[in-house]
């Protein structure tokens, strides 16, 4: 079996999606195209001259793995659409969204991605990518020339020592305590109880409360699991980067606060919410994207310019209130 049309790029770019931090575990294998591992599969990806995405499965059960990839980057949800929502209500995101398309959240393996964002705490996506691969190669199953993430039951096997000398540092400590409590607690099928509690907020504070209770494991942490793959769409992890947006793009009030506290936090995601709806969360992704400086390059210079002078006199500002104090 060959290669295999999955959708149009209207719904689905790659590198957008796969590069924007969200997830760790694809490779570029030529341009605009992917080789990775998704559950048991090895899996190639391309976007074709006329405008599709095609996939090709390496290794395991062919036929299931449509479905599968559907279910991963949730080809349920019309991202046109969705889009379309989105510069209707903000017209800069619909500059936005013209340059950086086809960005989708992708519903992931749960315990890689409690480890992946545990391993994201003040840390890069490169850096983040690197420790991953060294937790696959060490310690997960071998599936042609590469590795499936390791299951809970492999890495309750691992020392806290052995993830401090492969260049995890403070974050060890965090992992080998979070597999331990996962794996009490009842491993993956507690996670999925998570993800199949309603989607009231309600039920989300307890998501919350939930993911909290674990090793290395705040606010922003718990936010990154429960949208990329507890599916709750309207979830806003709220960092620097996004804190900053919010005070550029949505109110300016919140450049008077001194630090990220939980009412500012709230005030953060509650800013996004209100522009963008349920799906806030995968908006704010894009947002996030067009941040970081590989996505920012494809944006209009003027817009460039624009976040540039914005941060520059919030550094500026920043500097000013530490010589006050």
Request: aromatic residues 8%.
């Amino acid at each position: 079996m060959g290669w295999l049309q999955l959708c149009s790029t209207k719904e689905l770019i790659l590198k957008n999606t796969l590069l924007n931090g969200q997830c760790f575990n694809w490779k570029h294998a030529g341009q605009s195209s992917f080789i990775g591992v998704l559950n048991n599969f090895v899996v190639k990806l391309r976007e074709t001259d006329d405008g599709m995405v095609e996939y090709h499965c390496v290794s395991g059960d062919k036929k299931a793995l449509k479905a599968i990839l559907t279910n991963y980057f949730q080809l349920n949800v019309n991202m046109s659409d969705l889009y379309k929502e989105w510069g209707d209500s903000w017209p800069k995101m619909k500059i936005i969204g013209s340059c950086i398309k086809g960005l989708r959240i992708v519903r992931q393996n749960k315990v890689e991605c409690l480890l992946s964002f545990i391993c994201s705490s003040n840390n890069n996506i490169s850096r983040i990518t690197q420790m991953l691969d060294k937790l696959r190669g060490t310690f997960g199953s071998p599936i042609m020339d590469l590795f499936m993430f390791p299951t809970l039951d492999q890495l309750c096997e691992v020392e806290e020592t052995q993830l401090r000398e492969m260049g995890f540092g403070y974050r060890a400590k965090y992992i080998v305590g979070t597999v331990q409590k996962l794996q009490k607690l009842g491993g993956e099928e507690w996670l999925e109880d998570l993800r199949l509690l309603d989607q009231s907020n309600e039920s989300l504070e307890k998501v919350r409360a939930a993911l909290i209770q674990l090793d290395g494991v705040g606010p922003k942490v718990a936010d990154c699991v429960a949208l990329f793959c507890l599916d709750r769409t309207s979830v806003i992890p709220v960092d620097t980067h996004v804190w900053q947006i919010a005070c550029r793009d949505f109110n300016r009030d919140l450049v008077n606060a001194k630090s990220l506290t939980p009412k500012v936090y709230s005030q953060v995601g509650t800013c996004f919410r209100d522009k963008f709806g349920s799906h806030a969360g995968w908006a704010h992704s894009v947002l996030f994207a067009a941040e970081l400086p590989a996505f920012q390059n494809m944006l209009p210079i003027e817009l460039q310019q624009e976040m540039k002078e914005f941060a520059n006199i919030e550094k500026q500002r920043k500097v000013e209130l530490k010589r006050k104090r």
